[in-house]
């Protein structure tokens, strides 16, 4: 039997793409540029599975075609907001994305920023790079106490879990918890946190906002100008999970006019691009989306999917199906 076609929308770790083109009909986006909407029709009418990730905007018009022979997207990646799930649906393509394997150094990374932003570690760099440090001084780069302070975790899934783990045992930290549903007793437990109704009640009451919740239509703007309001003025709101969460024009007036402390970044809203107004923010911390940027967690990733593959080419439900 002929081995199913499969195209890769970027360049993956070599290992695993090595493994893919033993099992499938292999063919790698060679340029490693994000792909156009045009480009993923051509890819849609001939290939049995597309492999495309964050850097994909799958919006309507690319599902634009009569007969796809497409049966399978399966992301790289745990977050599908650009993949538009009802066009999927009606071609009845099936979706799947890549749990579990990136929640710990997604959290390391939020972690780092948390650090990094309440300890000055970007400014302090930046000084010392420039030739501006003139030496210790006991009011020199002063910083905000991590330890024992209280985090507030939107969004208590996997990754959610994974930060109050580091935060809780790592840090003594108070954990507060928002959630859509209610988080089990046991869950709960397990980091000593505690779920507050919904997200006007938890914002006032923390020194450190994480979110870790979803993104897509139904959490745009999340955070916006009312919201950063209701933080405490001396608080940090950290960013690992999608750019659209945040409305980074509120955020920046908030960081500009030192509403809130400060903020750690890892996501944007137009990324690559970064507005001017978040570039000139001195108590902001950002990163070039490495949330999941490490070597055994990019090859877990892809081998996750590549599980995924053969269970729905040998006619089993993949276990990460999303849609
Ligand atoms: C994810 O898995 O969603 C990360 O943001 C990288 O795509």
């Known amino acids: 039997m002929a081995k199913p076609r499969v195209f890769l929308s970027r360049a993956w770790p070599a290992k695993v793409e ?5 099992v499938f009909d292999l063919t790698p986006n060679k340029s490693d540029r994000p792909l156009t909407p045009a480009e993923f029709r051509e890819a849609f009418a001939s290939f049995d599975a597309v492999l495309p990730t964050v850097t994909d905007k799958l919006t309507e018009s690319a599902f634009d075609l009569a007969k796809p022979r497409t049966r399978i997207l399966a992301n790289y990646g745990v977050g599908y907001s650009h993949i538009n799930t009802a066009e999927a649906a009606r071609h009845k393509i099936v979706v799947t994305n890549t749990p579990d394997v990136l929640s710990d150094c997604t959290a390391d990374l939020a972690m780092t920023l948390l650090l990094m932003v309440a300890r000055r570690a970007g400014e302090g760099e930046r000084e010392l790079r420039e030739g501006r440090w003139t030496g210790w001084r006991p009011t020199h780069m002063i910083g905000t106490k991590v330890s ?17 783990q580091r935060a809780h045992f790592g840090f003594g930290m108070k954990i507060l918890v928002q959630n859509r549903s209610a988080v089990p007793a046991e869950v709960l437990a397990r980091y000593n946190a505690v779920q507050v109704a919904n997200l006007d009640d ?15 239509a139904a959490n ?11 933080m405490k003025r001396d608080a940090f709101l950290i960013n690992t999970a999608r750019g659209e969460v945040v409305d980074e024009h509120a955020l920046a007036q908030a960081l500009w006019f030192n509403t809130i402390g400060g903020a750690g970044l890892d996501v944007f809203e137009r990324e690559p691009q970064i507005s001017a107004e978040l570039m000139g923010a001195d108590n902001l911390v950002m990163l070039p989306h490495l949330g999941s940027a490490t070597a055994a967690t990019r090859e877990a990733m892809g081998f996750r999917v590549f599980e995924n593959l053969v269970d729905f080419f040998e006619g089993r439900s993949p276990r990460d199906q999303v849609a």
């Open 202 to 216: 938890l914002l006032p009451q923390c020194d450190f906002v994480s979110l870790h919740c979803p993104g897509g």
């Open 18 to 22: 090595a493994r893919m083109a033993e």
């Open 220 to 230: 745009r703007h999340l955070i916006n100008s009312r919201r950063l309001d209701l």
């Open 148 to 164: 024992g302070a209280t985090l507030g975790i939107v969004g208590f899934g996997r990754i959610g879990q994974a930060m109050a």
